[in-house]
């Protein structure tokens, strides 16, 4: 079992950065991938970025690639979404999961293939 508990949602301006945090309980972390979602008012949850186990595999949605950077650190238990020149459209709430199969080599970003979720922390950009 993991429990994910997601921080660093705010108010930004666009134009403006954010970092956001999810901290990961649990000894099976370093194997999981691990992804972040948004779900918008009304809107259906989508995929944003996601990190395989090591680290050394990325990928994002089009819609942020270039602004947000996913990465990990294995001895923190702890995986961020730096978030730069953030947009009106990424308003949401952002949501931490983790791919249960240990060392997952997939690429699929359905969320159906994520078996462990935070309850999601709330990001507002202004225009």
């Known amino acids: 079992q993991v429990q994910l508990v997601e921080s660093g949602g705010g108010l930004v301006q666009a134009g403006g950065s954010l970092r956001l945090s999810c901290e990961a309980s649990?000894?099976?972390?370093?194997?999981?991938?691990m992804g972040w979602f948004r779900q918008a008012p009304g809107k259906e949850r989508e995929f944003v970025a996601a990190?395989?186990?090591?680290?050394?595999?990325?990928y994002y949605a089009d819609s942020v690639k270039g602004r947000f950077t996913i990465s990990r650190d294995h001895a923190k238990s702890t995986v961020y979404l730096q978030m730069n020149s953030l947009k009106p459209e990424d308003t949401a709430v952002y949501l931490c999961a983790a791919d249960g199969r240990p060392y997952s080599s997939s690429y699929d970003s359905r969320a159906q293939y994520y078996d462990y979720w935070g309850q999601g922390t709330q990001v507002t950009v202004s225009s």
């Open positions: 649990g000894r099976t972390f370093s194997s999981y991938r």
């Open positions: 990190i395989n186990w090591s680290g050394g595999i990325t």
